[in-house]
């Protein structure tokens, strides 16, 4: 007994210094083994799914496909999956295991998914358009996932470390958003080839620019109406994504890659720029527009390319940091690109603290969650009250703004975030030199590494339905 209480301290250091996943699943494991989780993964009762249910339909999947008769498996599937796909990816089905779920939904997912492959893969009687059009339609039915990369100046580079865990796992989704510094991160990723993003994420010190902050003269400050260099800003855009516009960079990766971007004049929308909204748009002016912080950048227009050359898109207006309106646009994105479920990496230093409340269980946790939102609410309420009652049009569109960005939902089903220290807070409006870097690519990872086996089974059925999509595709045209 005093072993195990000295070990599981140890292991749960071990977790916290982890210089790979491998040695954090390790350390994981081993945990699990101690503390109970594995013991909890082998026992199939619990209060968040019908495991009798479960086992009744994983037996008739498995029947179905040994049968081999394509229709009353797709049938199967599609009911089953209505019936069970929301409980057997519920987040209480996650929260007691460091490595994974009930072993019994770990099989039906399996099952699942095997079964999904074989109804795309095998011989039959389906001809491939309709055996396509039944997959898009489930696909559509389950939805899918997006990262979704918030502002939060150089302690955004923490975003890094995100796609850096989920590339190596294979779970980087294929919709990323972005937002001010988020922006510039989603850009770097959606604009790059498969071999270029390999080489950034292999050493992101060496590939990745980040004096972003120049500071004006009295006299710059005064003409611009800011304080830091917008040429600085841009020229770290441009170095860390190609010059593509949103369509081009979706021919290229893939990626359906979404900027944010706020409106300077009062009955102007915020926009949700990607390569349905505004295909021809420069993803480096969009970043440029998205990252502009009131007062400390000035704000920009939109450029966009026609042929060879390149013009203002929306003529006259001129756009700010798009954490103000439109931090994490989820319902823009449900909307326009089918998302249901969604990849958090927040960084906003002032709504860290309210992730990390919420992310831990126990008594001095719950209390400090409940403190902190009561003081969020009464903020909020002063704040509009402000806005409303400001007389000053120059101080009502600051309290707007200031309303605008604390009046949004911060999280996902996923949400990473930083810890919440010092360190990282001193970072926030400084060039991180390599070595900041690699510490916050490094937070970014280890944020990652806990959630991937919920990540995997949250998106598992989704991310085989899209494989299948583009498997199918193939063949048809190929066959054409």
């Not at 590339?167 to 989603?186: C, D, F, N, Q, W």
């Amino acid at each position: 007994m005093f072993g195990l209480s000295r070990r599981v301290p140890q292991l749960r250091h071990a977790l916290d210094d982890a210089q790979s996943f491998g040695e954090w699943r390790s350390a994981a494991a081993e945990l699990d083994a101690l503390t109970g989780g594995a013991d909890w993964r082998a026992d199939d009762t619990s209060r968040f799914y019908d495991a009798g249910s479960l086992r009744q339909s994983l037996a008739q999947l498995e029947v179905l496909r040994r049968d081999g008769a394509p229709m009353p498996l797709a049938d199967h599937l599609h009911d089953s999956l209505h019936r069970h796909l929301n409980e057997v990816t519920d987040p209480g089905l996650y929260a007691t295991s460091f490595v994974g779920t009930k072993c019994l939904v770990e099989r039906y997912l399996d099952a699942v998914c095997a079964s999904l492959d074989h109804l795309c893969d095998a011989d039959g009687p389906i001809p491939a358009a309709q055996r396509l059009a039944l997959f898009e339609r489930e696909a559509h039915a389950v939805g899918r996932s997006a990262l979704m990369l918030s502002g939060g100046a150089s302690l955004g580079l923490f975003h890094i470390g995100v796609i850096k865990a989920l590339h190596a796992a294979g779970l980087l989704p294929s919709i990323v958003s972005g937002a001010s510094t988020g922006s510039m991160i989603a850009g770097g990723l959606c604009t790059r080839s498969a071999t270029e993003l390999e080489d950034v994420l292999a050493d992101p010190t060496e590939h990745v620019y980040t004096r972003v902050f120049r500071a004006l003269t009295p006299s710059e400050m005064r003409d611009e109406r800011a304080v830091m260099s917008q040429d600085q800003l841009l020229l770290a855009i441009k170095s860390n994504m190609a010059d593509l516009t949103f369509a081009e960079a979706f021919e290229r990766t893939g990626r359906a890659l979404c900027i944010s971007v706020s409106p300077t004049r009062a009955r102007q929308k915020p926009r949700l720029l990607c390569h349905l909204t505004a295909p021809d748009v420069l993803v480096t002016s969009a970043s440029l527009a998205s990252c502009a912080i009131p007062g400390l950048f000035p704000a920009s227009t939109l450029l966009q390319r026609k042929g060879s050359k390149e013009q203002e898109y929306v003529p006259g207006e001129r756009w700010i940091d798009g954490t103000i309106a439109s931090d994490l646009p989820t319902d823009r994105l449900a909307r326009l690109l089918n998302v249901n479920h969604t990849i958090v990496s927040q960084t906003n230093a002032h709504l860290i603290p309210f992730t990390d409340a919420r992310s831990r269980s126990g008594l001095v946790p719950t209390v400090t969650d409940l403190l902190a939102s009561s003081a969020y609410t009464q903020a909020l309420q002063v704040l509009d009250v402000a806005r409303r009652r400001a007389t000053s049009p120059g101080l009502r569109r600051a309290l707007e703004w200031t309303h605008g960005a604390a009046h949004q939902k911060f999280t996902g089903n996923i949400t990473l975030h930083p810890p919440v220290t010092a360190w990282n807070y001193g970072i926030i409006f400084r060039n991180a030199s390599k070595d900041a870097l690699a510490r916050l690519v490094r937070q970014g990872e280890r944020a990652t590494w806990p959630k991937l086996h919920v990540i995997s089974a949250q998106t598992r059925v989704a991310r085989t339905l899209e494989a299948c999509v583009v498997r199918l595709r193939q063949r048809l045209r190929g066959v054409a």
